[in-house]
């Protein structure tokens, strides 16, 4: 579970702690742990915005071939000039 890290090395770290902060050593505790969440949340914040980057790929629209054969129409309506007026009719 700790790699190299036997029961004795165990003992030994839990007296010295309890030497070294005494009563205090729940509190100690508490900040660690926070500080340890903290610094965890932001890794993996980081991670996930590295991750979202790196999957990123902007599309890119590549360009129609156009073929020979085919003939190209436009999508605009056709002009259609109005009709001619008689000189003879007025109003």
């Known amino acids: ?5 036997g029961t004795t090395e165990m003992i030994l770290f ?5 030497m070294l902060f005494g009563s ?6 508490r ?10 949340k932001s890794v993996d914040e980081f ?5 979202a980057v ?8 590549a360009p129609k071939q156009v073929d020979e054969t085919e003939s190209v129409e436009t999508s605009a309506p056709r ?3 109005p009709p001619a007026s ?5 109003k």
């Open 54 to 61: 790196e999957t990123y790929e902007p599309r890119i629209a």
């Open 14 to 18: 839990g007296m010295l702690a309890l």
């Open 79 to 81: 002009f259609s000039p």
């Open 86 to 90: 008689n000189p003879t009719e007025e």
């Open 47 to 51: 991670k996930r915005e590295f991750q």
């Open 24 to 29: 205090k050593l729940p509190e100690v505790a």
């Open 1 to 5: 579970m700790f790699g190299g890290i």
């Open 31 to 40: 900040n660690l742990g926070g500080t340890y969440r903290g610094l965890k």
